[in-house]
């Protein structure tokens, strides 16, 4: 009986090892599937899958992702939003406070990570940044110290200016706008606001500028603004028009010159909170992590183009100069 009872004892431990590899590789072939929420047809996803690649995520083996494009219309993200709501998904990811005020309106127990957006904290999405509560958590700057410090670059590069024009939305950005507004009454200039509703504006607004003779343009950020980018560049450059733009984006796409964070870096970012929710982290106590790096770049072909000259000591300072 004895010698049964070890054999018995033997066979029992033996099974039990084996297992484990067994339930342990199960587990690792999950197919994790991730709402992908964009406010347009953007950077963003190319920039998240880089992310979730450098993690070792990749698409169709152990993710899947539920993409989603409001292809720049702000009313149709509310819909996509819940349409995702809907989907037995582990996290929602979007960009934009449009986006993320979508996804928090459609969901409050998916995990919702933000890929980067301006001052979550005043927006409400985050009861603060070392402890965001709820479920939302991801990246934020402080969109209103950036506003000061790109009108303060501008009046910088183009001394003799004394009239800039303001480009935003309507809806959203009232921090950026006070930021904006403080700082030219500090540098001595004077502004010209002009808040679009709709794309189709975007001509007219350059036709104001034109008529009340603005000597550059201040763009502020903006889901809509981000989406006509390539329009807004033209406009300017058939305008001669000196423009600062929000990010790199702009500059790289025909703009003058930016300031701002590395938004490729940002929807990168996202990533990994992506896997630290997948791997049973909470979004409540995820700390929001905000950019430390801020980038200046500056397109000399542009700057050429429209006949204007950026002075070397802010060449110098520029992180990226096009050439």
Same mark, same amino acid.
């Given at each position: ?7 018995l ?15 342990? &590789? ?6 994790f599937?991730?709402?992908?929420l ?8 190319n ?9 070792n995520?990749i698409?169709g083996?152990?993710?899947?992702l539920? #993409?989603?494009? &409001? ?14 709501a ?9 960009? /934009?406070?449009?986006? *993320?005020r ?15 957006v ?8 985050? &009861? ?8 939302? /958590?991801g ?32 809806i ?6 006070r930021?904006?507004?403080d ?23 350059? &036709?104001?500028?034109a ?13 809509m603004?981000?989406? #006509? ?13 000196? *423009? ?7 500059v790289?796409?025909g ?17 990994? #909170? ?14 929001i992590?905000q ?7 500056i ?16 060449? #110098?300072?520029?992180?990226? *100069?096009?050439?």
């Open positions: 009986m004895k010698l049964i009872r070890a054999g004892i033997i066979t029992l431990t033996i099974g039990v090892a084996t297992s484990l590899p067994a339930a342990e &590789a199960q587990q690792s072939r999950k197919m599937r991730v709402g992908v964009s406010p347009s047809a953007d950077s963003f996803l920039a998240f899958k880089q992310g979730l690649r450098e993690l995520y698409e083996r152990n993710i899947f539920e #993409y989603r494009s &409001a292809e720049g219309r702000v009313d149709r993200l509310f819909e996509l939003a819940a349409e995702l809907r989907l037995k998904l582990d996290v929602i990811v979007t960009i /934009t406070s449009p986006g *993320v979508a996804a928090k309106q459609a969901t409050s127990t998916i995990p919702i990570v933000m890929g980067g301006d001052d979550a904290v005043e927006q409400g999405f985050v &009861a603060s940044l070392a402890k965001p509560g709820g479920n939302v /958590t990246t934020s700057w402080l969109n209103p110290e950036l506003s000061g410090k790109r009108l303060e670059l501008l009046k910088e590069t183009f001394p003799k200016v004394s009239r800039v024009a303001v480009l935003r939305e309507a959203g950005g009232a921090s950026s706008l930021a904006t507004i700082a030219a009454r500090v540098l001595g200039v004077q502004l010209q606001i002009l808040e679009l509703r709709d794309p189709n504006e975007l001509n007219s607004a350059f &036709a104001a500028i008529h009340e003779r603005a000597g550059a343009l201040d763009v502020l950020p903006g889901l603004i981000t989406a #006509y980018m390539r329009q807004i560049v033209d406009l300017a450059g058939n305008a001669r028009l000196p *423009v600062i733009f929000p990010d790199g984006q702009f790289e796409s703009g003058l010159m930016s300031y701002g964070p590395n938004v490729s870096d940002l929807y990168r970012r996202a990533a990994t #909170y992506v896997d630290k929710i997948l791997k049973g982290a909470k979004p409540s106590e995820l700390p992590e950019p430390t790096r801020f980038e200046l770049v397109n000399l072909k542009t700057a050429k183009q429209i006949g204007v000259t950026i002075p070397q000591p802010v060449l #110098y300072r520029a992180d990226k *100069v096009i050439k």
